[in-house]
């Protein structure tokens, strides 16, 4: 997987790094706010062999969208879908949605899935928003966090996701558990359990300078030069 910030800012390397992973088998996925993502950027995607693009989206409107991200990202978000989309037709390319859950749209959840299967795409993966990527310094009085009497009205759309969920199994991606426990990461704050870091059995994270993240706890184990099979196992 390719994410960020945003992979594309680094247009000739990513591109040559997804070429390069598909050439050895890996299945490969890019996370993209859209805003590079013109026309030949997309097909040129496709052609190297990209298997999953998911594409930020943070509203069922495009105001409440384009607040978050940026004036004019929601018709780019949208164009690029329906490119991606037009793609499948000659390429093995899913193409998704995914969503940061704050206090600014989380009352557009069930609209933003709605959207999304209307639209076309293959799943819909939320993931809270995350104040600060190490985990250790939130400030939880953030606008973004939600807070207060809106942590009942937050508990009552996700339990509406997780009906829905429950009749449409693979288009929300999310676990249902993982879908019960968005209410309690917030109402919690810094006493909520993150669960097992799955670094080393499941997954390896490396940032554009070589480092190997352990679910942002450290120590970090830089792999410029070194055999990354021998630091896996």
Avoid at 31 to 37: D, I, K, P, R, Y
Avoid at 123 to 146: E, G, I, K, P, R
Avoid at 191 to 201: E, I, P, S, T
Wanted: net charge positive.
């Amino acid at each position: 997987s390719f994410v960020g910030g945003e992979s594309l800012i680094r247009m000739n390397e990513t591109l040559e790094l997804i070429k390069y992973a598909h050439s050895l088998g890996f299945h490969t996925n890019l996370v993209s706010n859209a805003t590079l993502l013109k026309a030949a950027t997309c097909k040129k995607l496709a052609e190297f062999g990209l298997d999953r693009i998911s594409l930020s989206i943070d509203g069922a409107k495009r105001k409440t969208h384009d607040f978050i991200r940026g004036k004019g990202n929601f018709n780019q978000v949208i164009k690029a879908t329906k490119n991606f989309l037009e793609l499948k037709k000659y390429y093995n390319i899913k193409v998704d949605f995914n969503t940061v859950i704050m206090s600014y749209n989380f009352r557009e959840l069930i609209d933003i899935y709605r959207l999304g299967k209307k639209i076309g795409v293959n799943q819909w993966f939320l993931q809270s928003v995350v104040l600060d990527n190490t985990f250790h310094n939130f400030n939880y009085d953030s606008s973004l966090w939600v807070k207060g009497r809106n942590l009942k009205e937050l508990e009552k759309i996700i339990n509406k996701l997780i009906v829905i969920k429950l009749k449409d199994k693979k288009f929300i991606y999310n676990s249902i558990d993982y879908l019960k426990a968005i209410p309690q990461y917030f109402k919690l704050k810094k006493d909520f359990k993150l669960g097992r870091c799955m670094a080393g059995y499941y997954s390896l994270n490396i940032d554009p300078y070589g480092d190997i993240s352990i679910c942002n706890y450290g120590p970090n184990i830089n792999i410029i030069g070194k055999d990354v099979s021998k630091i896996w196992k």
